[in-house]
């Protein structure tokens, strides 16, 4: 961990997930989108998780995020069953569907950050309910960098609320779905400049296996996806994707337009490892050195040469 | 031009389009993939065009050809009527329909090299009927590199033949669903390594606004897309991309990992310019300090510092 590195807080959701693709299936394993982005960032910075999860939740679940000294102090545990939720992916992985959303303890999730908190100067609101996100923005200071992420029930339902939020925060990530959607804009160049005037500096539009592009002042960067062929789970990809990058803006603690175009190759990264294996397990046998390595794949991946032509 | 400058050949179709937009419509304009391919390559080298059109082919067209110094001596000009097709794209560039296809005078063609010609060094198989690829590969001599394209309709249709023709091409362009199609591979890693198994040393999989991927002996190599916000038309963007991309080739003359990369990005740039206006429109006013000054916007949209984590 290099001296400089600034406070890193999330908020979202954790959860039991069972999944089933042509790798296999999995019942109640650790999920939501706040655990892949706390254990994929603790691999460049710490973490502080707000969530909440029910008094059935696995201890096993707890001692991976401690095991990777996510600080759990805002992780609440509460009466009642932990948000679940299961869904079977394509045998070619291009769509996915739900089974069973139950949001149990998380129906009533209301975060509250503990005390000290407030001060974090990166935060990352995991897709939540807008209105639970702006509560969040309300009780921090004044973060140095907000990003946040959202979903297409919000888009349709809590429109209003999250206009409110992209007023306030530096940078949305989304899926190019629901950037067309936000935006009513089915190029993504022209979506992404729609909602940069809604107030988010910076979008990243999150295109699965064609990798993610970033929109900003500066310019536009292309973040390929490195080329997996053995994919095993997709869940969590681009909550981790948001963890590496969140991790690298929070451990370098500037923000400028060469420190994101880092942090989006390392939100690429650990999004690349993430899939390799169900719910977090990749992560459990992942190390620094494995990280270095792959982020010299992707600077090969994209390397041509500057010629005369 | 290079003084190393090698020798050129496409053969494929020319043809007349009618295309509809959102961008507007135009009728009876200059089409076909070797028309595409011819244009963009020119840019970079001299190119032969082994085609035919009909005795209505409108002067206007070869025109433009020959103004890009394309050699139309194997442009067969025969009695009847040239190929035409005609289709309509989404408003969001998503699918597009295909209104009529009349091969007309293209039903016919059986392709002869001029004298001379069947020494040429490097060589483009566009998308037609692998029998007359291959009947093509039969005149040629021994080219130092011969790259092909294909589709749906001949990948169920003419399986043999395009089997026979792979195991005699140094590279295969096709798109992301021709490529699962042909290899029965969703995932397109393990598509390229089955495909690669049937023959070529390389396969570009082309992916429209998503980039391209290159497969071979050197590992991967990923091109974005150059983010294009007021696409017009994209009829034609793959074959310009085959253009640029074996334009660079024949004028560097040699074959080589980092050539290939810089002949992907290459392509992409031609494939970039192809998308902003109808037909073969926007190349009539492109020039080499733009294409020099793409290139260098293709660099900087994959740049980011090779970093120590």
Not at 97 to 112: A, C, G, I, R
Not at 123 to 140: C, G, H, M, T, Y
Not at 200 to 220: S, T
């Amino acid at each position: 961990m290099s001296r400089s590195t600034a406070s890193l807080l999330v908020v979202g959701s954790v959860g039991l997930d069972t999944v089933e693709t042509r790798a296999g299936k999995r019942a109640e394993v650790l999920g939501g989108a706040a655990s892949y982005f706390s254990v994929a960032a603790s691999f460049l910075a710490p973490v502080r998780l707000t969530a909440v999860v029910g008094t059935d939740f696995p201890d096993a679940h707890t001692k991976l995020l401690a095991d990777r000294a996510v600080d759990l102090a805002g992780l609440e545990r509460v009466s009642g069953k932990t948000f679940r939720w299961s869904g079977v992916y394509a045998k070619d992985f291009s769509t996915r569907t739900t089974l069973d959303t139950e949001l149990n303890v998380f129906q009533d999730f209301n975060p509250k950050l503990p005390a000290g908190w407030g001060a974090s100067e990166y935060v990352f609101l995991a897709n939540i309910d807008p209105v639970l996100q702006l509560s969040v923005l309300e009780q921090a200071g004044k973060p140095r960098f907000v990003a946040c992420d959202t979903m297409n029930f919000w888009i349709e339902g809590k429109r209003e609320a999250l206009l409110k939020l992209l007023a306030r925060v530096d940078m949305l990530l989304l899926n190019d779905e629901e950037a067309r959607q936000l935006s009513g804009e089915a190029n993504l160049p022209a979506a992404a400049r729609a909602i940069r005037a809604l107030g988010p500096k910076a979008v990243v539009i999150k295109r699965g296996d064609a990798g993610a592009l970033l929109f900003h002042e500066a310019g536009v960067f292309a973040a390929p996806a490195f080329p997996i062929e053995n994919v095993v789970d997709p869940t969590g990809a681009g909550d981790s994707f948001a963890g590496g990058f969140m991790g690298w803006m929070a451990r370098e603690g500037v923000v400028d337009p060469m420190t994101i175009r880092t942090a989006m190759i390392l939100g690429s990264v650990l999004a690349s490892f993430s899939v390799e294996d169900f719910s977090l397990d990749r992560f459990r046998r992942l190390d620094l050195t494995q990280i270095r390595e792959r982020f010299a794949a992707f600077a090969d991946l994209v390397h041509f040469e500057k010629i005369k032509i």
